[in-house]
């Protein structure tokens, strides 16, 4: 069992920037593919990005390209999603996931889920 808690979340203008964090505990942490999904209101959850364990692979969806950096650090078994020039649109509950197995961008592929952290991003 792998336990994932996001923190960082909160409110920030439109063009601003927010890092969200995900510390696992629990388990092994690798080899572990880490990944982000998220969910406004009254929409579907949705691949956001996603990282291999060494770090040496990612994959954005195609609205974050270029402003969404995921990253991790495996000595302290956590991952990072930054995010720059934010829009509104990007408002959402952010979770954090995880799994062992191949695959990216699918999140039934996806073993484990932390609770989520709001982000809000106001015009």
């Known amino acids: 069992q792998v336990d994932l808690v996001e923190s960082g979340g909160g409110v920030v203008q439109a063009g601003g920037s927010l890092r969200v964090s995900c510390a696992a505990s629990?388990?092994?942490?690798?080899?572990?593919?880490m990944g982000w999904f998220r969910q406004a209101p009254g929409k579907a959850r949705e691949f956001v990005a996603s990282?291999?364990?060494?770090?040496?692979?990612?994959l954005y969806a195609d609205p974050v390209k270029g402003r969404f950096t995921i990253s991790r650090d495996n000595a302290k078994n956590t991952n990072y999603l930054q995010m720059n020039s934010l829009k509104p649109e990007d408002t959402a509950v952010y979770y954090c996931?995880?799994?062992?197995?191949?695959?990216?961008?699918?999140?039934?592929?996806?073993?484990?889920w932390g609770r989520g952290a709001q982000v809000t991003v106001s015009s």
């Open positions: 996931a995880a799994h062992r197995g191949l695959g990216a961008a699918t999140s039934s592929q996806y073993e484990y």
């Open positions: 990282i291999n364990w060494s770090g040496s692979s990612t």
């Open positions: 629990g388990g092994i942490f690798g080899p572990l593919r």
